[in-house]
């Protein structure tokens, strides 16, 4: 057996094509469906603009997931960067992005996702307009 490399990769290997893009997340609990039936998400970037984190909470699922009673499958969270201005914290966004590994993270039924203040599966916390932008989720 041969390891394969780069220079005899195939002419016609496109990689990921397939890319959620939500610009920005909007107040409250936005969330929605990507897209249903069989999918995998390969990584995920977002710039948060909060001094405070918020979750992007992915479900397996072809609907609009329940935001506090739906489970979801992975929860990514996007850290608060901030400083201190000596008189209170000031944003200053960073870029994060995640790698769900070369082979990705399994969805059977659909991608949806929410986006809460709170780690918990069953938390509902709403996020203010703004708090997370950038959101790109790469599937296949």
Known sequence: MTNASVSSASSDFRG??????LPSAGSGTPNGLILAGPRRIYSVLG???????VYLKLYDQGTVPVVGTDTP???IPFSAFAYWNGTAAVANPQPQFYSLSDIGVSFVNGIAYAITKGVADTDTTAIASADLVGINVFYQ
């Open 16 to 21: 990921i094509q397939k890319v959620f893009r």
């Open 47 to 53: 710039m948060p603009m909060a001094t405070y984190p």
């Open 73 to 75: 499958k992975i929860t």
